[in-house]
């Protein structure tokens, strides 16, 4: 199946990111799966569009840092998996998180070419019906408070019903398929904790910054998880 002309100019940027050196177009054209002369006028085509590329026939070709991929360089497969994440967020995210991914999602379809972005109005990748709790919480607070490394005082009840105030700190927040879970420091328990937003009766966002970052407390968070890094 012949491969978009988008998509072999993607390729061909990122095996040139993979070298420091100059590599010569013979092992470039080897690894692209197109002919030498294919190469070169690729390698033109994105020198015209931007691409710091260095170097000439029969010496080598090298890229230079820097350079950003212009929004017509996804592949197919990068744009259904955009529409994917667009869609799941509108399902499981709150009104606020929901209308940013599908605004974001808009920008960049409405800078790709024609065939790319009909592929975004025509994807065929869905998901299933939205999540029926609904939080009392004010999630976009509590992503706000976790931005700015803020303290948050709840008025929780726990699976037996059971209320109690908690001050924490907020690091991050997990979307799951029926919950959000607020992952936080508790200065009650002085150990990490996890909060379900919709069993939170009330809140409230201090102005006080807690004593550590949110990156440290991440870190050792997926330590004692055993959570790993995401890719």
Same mark, same amino acid.
């Given at each position: 199946?012949?491969?978009?002309? &988008? %998509?072999?100019? @993607?390729?061909? =940027?990122?095996?040139?990111? $993979? ?8 092992? *470039? !054209? ?44 996804? &592949? %197919?497969?990068? @744009?259904?998996? =955009?529409?994917?994440?667009? $869609? ?8 606020? *998180? !929901? ?48 931005? @700015? ?67 440290? @407390? ?14």
């Amino acid at each position: 199946m012949p491969v978009a002309r &988008s %998509e072999r100019l @993607l390729t061909l =940027l990122q095996t040139l990111r $993979r070298y420091r050196r100059p590599v010569t177009g013979t092992v *470039l !054209a080897r690894e692209t799966g197109v002919s030498l002369r294919t190469l070169y006028r690729d390698i033109a085509s994105l020198q015209a569009q931007g691409a710091m590329i260095e170097g000439e026939a029969g010496i080598g070709y090298v890229l230079k840092p820097g350079f950003m991929l212009p929004p017509m360089m996804f &592949s %197919e497969e990068e @744009l259904e998996a =955009l529409v994917l994440g667009s $869609r799941w967020v509108a399902r499981a995210a709150e009104p606020r *998180l !929901a209308g940013a991914g599908a605004d974001a999602l808009a920008k960049i379809a409405a800078v790709l070419p024609a065939d790319m972005r009909e592929m975004v109005d025509s994807a065929t990748l869905f998901v299933g019906r939205k999540r029926q709790d609904e939080d009392k919480a004010d999630v976009s607070a509590i992503r706000r408070a976790i931005r @700015l490394e803020r303290v948050l005082e709840l008025h929780y009840g726990d699976e037996q019903g059971r209320i109690s105030r908690r001050r924490v700190w907020p690091f991050a927040l997990g979307y799951f398929e029926h919950v959000r879970i607020i992952m936080a420091w508790c200065e009650l328990r002085q150990d990490f904790r996890h909060f379900r937003t919709d069993r939170i009766i009330d809140m409230a966002v201090h102005e006080t910054r807690y004593p550590r970052r949110r990156t440290v @407390l991440l870190k050792e968070w997926r330590e004692t998880q055993d959570v790993p890094l995401e890719t």
